[in-house]
């Protein structure tokens, strides 16, 4: 019998679309599922940069496009760097991808090498783990708590460095906790840094827009940590546009060159109809992105108002992005009808078979006693969730 790789055999799968695929299923036989597992606005495209889609198709922007993507959609993504966030960076500084999440790999795979360490503050994001693993890196994880709202302290990322540090991944806004680090913090964890320039600073800023306390602030506005920095960013979250698959870095030219010979010999380009796309969304009226925002920002204090009100939760008040991770060790040990809550991932699925609520356990996210919930859906559907979940874990004795 034929094996699968070992570097295969050792990859989990996104529990995230697990949980999607299993409330999917259970949707498609009848029962009424109330999805908060995935990371995806609700809203449609808007119209403007769909027009700009149709036009490219009639113009015939229908052939391969350049590794890195179209000049014209990089002086695009160039202008916004400038314009919104005080960065100077070159069209040839900038590499375009199927998705922000093949850019992170891009990273990943083209600066660690085997046993290399990459450091990443927990909870994070479920896929990064699994990229440093095929990279044949070492994941050093930095446990952050709900105390802290989720965010590392200089003192932690200076414990965790090592001379076989090789990069670190940074999410602000956070998925899955929704925290932000403010520009003073993020100082502090440049400082540091810029102590060690041989490491590699990833940082995805793909929910740049989706911020309730002010200004985005990036670690790559600090000049001593610049040369260091990788900026991640894409179309997806701020204009609702996730499976136009556009994602793109910003990043010192060697790190942009090596992510497109490999991109160059696995993928190619990104769709042409996505790029220009895209090139309509940051040129275009962005009254859009601060509409979808203050619709999340309304969700958020409606989902911390009633996961507060639940028995057990720890919750607190995300800052930006579009997710809850409160804590539910609580309910850990706990059982119903003969089964036991062992794990996060067991309570998520109790939600999802009990109460017809996906979420996502907090062991994907190298947070086990928490479990995640998105609140990008409409009032309606939170309000129905909130009750249900409220129900289903008062079962639990």
Sequence with gaps: MTQVSERIAGLAA??????????????????????LSV???????PDYIKEAAKKAIDDNFSFYTPVPGYLSLRQAISKKLERENGLSYKPEQIACSNGAKQSVCNVVLSVVDPGDEVIIPAPCWVSYIEMVKLAEGKVVIVETGIEQDFKMTPSQLEIAITPKTKAIILCSPSNPTGSVYTKAELKTLADILSKHPRIVVIADEIYEHINYIGKHESIAQ?????DQVVVINGVSKA???TGWRLGWMAAPQWIVSACNKLQGQYTSGASSIAQKAAEAAYYGDQQCVED????FMRRRDLIVKLASEIEGLKVNKPEGA?????????????????????????LAMFLLEK????????????????IRFSYATSD???IEAMKRVKETLAKLR
């Design 39 to 45: 990371g995806e606005p609700d809203f449609n495209t």
């Design 322 to 346: 579009f997710y809850l991770f409160p804590e539910c060790s609580y309910y850990l040990g706990k059982s119903y009808n003969g089964k036991t809550m062992k794990t996060s991932a067991d």
């Design 380 to 382: 309606e559907n939170i």
């Design 222 to 226: 600090f000049e001593n940590v610049k």
């Design 355 to 370: 109460g017809h609520v996906a979420c996502v356990g907090g062991l994907a996210f190298a947070a086990p006693n928490y």
């Design 292 to 295: 979808m925002r203050l619709a």
């Design 239 to 241: 204009y609702a546009m």
């Design 14 to 35: 996104s529990e995230t679309l697990v949980m999607s695929q299993k409330s999917n299923e259970l949707k498609a036989q009848g029962f009424d599922v109330i999805n």
